[in-house]
Structure formats: structure tokens, C-alpha cells
């Protein structure tokens, strides 16, 4: 049972380059988050789902896309990155409803430079 | 716009101690309130939470406080050990608006 499950595990991008994290939950969850961390701001939400087909934007959205095509994936996409997009990404999952435990991935480590 | 307050940043405790991480929060429609602990390297796993529907709950070592009426809740580990040492994160969501919303952490070090 691999739980919720982050690729790549480091990156490095280039100004300008696109990238994609994916992360994949084999726990049949309906919700699906992406955070990020950076130090001494905690995790803030980029994106989430709610269910296959949807997304909703978080606390921070700007210079993210999503995609939830399947279930159990969950797509963050860079277009064009930045400096500013160095961080830890982290990508969770939930029931929902009346059941909020949230699932973490290992995180991703992308550096921009 | 900060709707969950943590404090403190950083805390050295002595082993054995009490080590005591407090939260504050804005939302009166939060209704569940976990506590995730994360290792180095690794994503936040959920130690503990609560529902204002009671006060205190307790695992192990472990104590949520939780006071409706201020709108806070602190996390309280007894006897603490080094294995206890981790980024402890408090947070906060609603029914029906189940995205969780984090404090900033707190870096705990428990010394022998």
C-alpha cells in the first residue's frame, strides 16, 4: 500500500522552463491537494480537487495549473517558472466530508534558478 | 491574511519536559483542528486532533487543549523524548470546506 506518491523527488529548472509533479493515491480519496513550503510560512495551498474532473484554486494559484483527469492523479503544472516557485511541494489527499485526515506525499524539492 | 497563528517558531525542550506549541485561530467556522508532526525529508503525518465539541483530548503522551471561547488550541507533549523532535504544524478546517489550513510551525528539539 504506497499511500500518496510524489514524482520526481528534486528538480532543478532553468527561469522560463515548464515542468509537471505528479502525484498518484492508491486510496481511493476523493480530494486532492498540492501545498508549498517554505520556511517559517508553513504549507500553503495552491490547488486542490474535490473530485475526477475538478480544481479549485487555493491561497496561493499564481504561475500553478492543475489537472485531475483521473481519480488517483493529481497534475501540477509550472509554465514558466521562477525563482520564486523554489520550494518543497507536498501533495495530499482526503475522504472528505466528515473524515479530513489528509495523506501526504514525500514532497518534491524544486530549486529555480 | 494569516487565519491560523502559531507560536512558538522554534522550542528546546529538556528530556522529560513538557514541550507546549500554541495556536490561535480567526475562523468561528473552523470545526476541526489537527496537529501534524513532520520528520526531516518527509511529508506531515497527522499525531492528534480535536473538535470543539470537547476541551481536551489525550493520546499517549500527547494532549490537545482546546478553548472555544478565545479560539485557541495548544498541543501538549509530556515527557518528551528526542525521537520527539520534528516541525510540528497545528491546523484548522470546516465542514463542507475540508481544505486544511496550516500555522506556520514549529521547530521542536528535545536535548538529552
Known amino acids: 500500500n504506497a499511500g500518496v506518491t510524489q514524482t520526481p523527488k528534486f528538480r532543478v529548472l532553468k527561469t522560463g522552463q515548464s515542468m509537471t509533479l505528479l502525484c498518484a493515491q492508491d486510496m481511493n480519496h476523493e480530494y486532492m491537494y498540492w501545498y508549498r513550503q517554505d520556511p517559517g510560512m508553513g504549507l500553503r495551498l495552491i490547488h486542490y480537487s474535490v473530485g475526477e474532473g475538478t480544481t479549485a484554486k487555493g491561497e496561493v494559484p499564481d504561475g500553478y495549473n492543475v489537472s485531475r483527469l483521473k481519480k488517483q492523479n493529481f497534475l501540477l503544472g509550472l509554465e514558466s517558472a521562477a525563482p520564486s516557485q523554489t520550494s518543497v511541494y507536498f501533495c495530499?489527499?482526503?475522504?472528505?466530508?466528515?473524515?479530513?485526515?489528509?495523506?501526504f506525499g514525500q514532497g518534491t524539492r524544486l530549486t529555480v534558478v | 491574511q494569516q487565519q491560523v497563528k502559531q507560536s512558538p517558531q522554534s522550542l528546546i525542550v529538556q528530556k522529560g519536559g513538557i514541550s507546549i506549541i500554541n495556536c490561535a485561530y480567526e475562523n468561528t467556522a473552523f470545526d476541526y483542528f489537527p496537529w501534524y508532526q513532520q520528520f526531516p525529508g518527509k511529508g506531515p503525518a497527522l499525531l492528534i486532533a480535536i473538535r470543539p465539541d470537547v476541551s481536551e483530548k489525550k493520546e499517549g503522551r500527547f494532549t490537545i487543549s482546546f478553548n472555544k471561547s478565545a479560539k485557541q488550541f495548544s498541543l501538549h507533549i509530556m515527557d518528551s523524548q528526542p525521537g520527539d523532535s520534528a516541525t510540528y504544524f497545528c491546523?484548522?478546517?470546516?465542514?463542507?470546506?475540508?481544505?486544511?489550513?496550516f500555522g506556520t510551525g514549529t521547530r521542536l528539539t528535545i536535548i538529552p
Open positions: 495530499a489527499s482526503s475522504y472528505g466530508g466528515d473524515n479530513t485526515e489528509a495523506f
Open positions: 491546523a484548522a478546517s470546516s465542514f463542507g470546506n475540508e481544505k486544511l489550513t
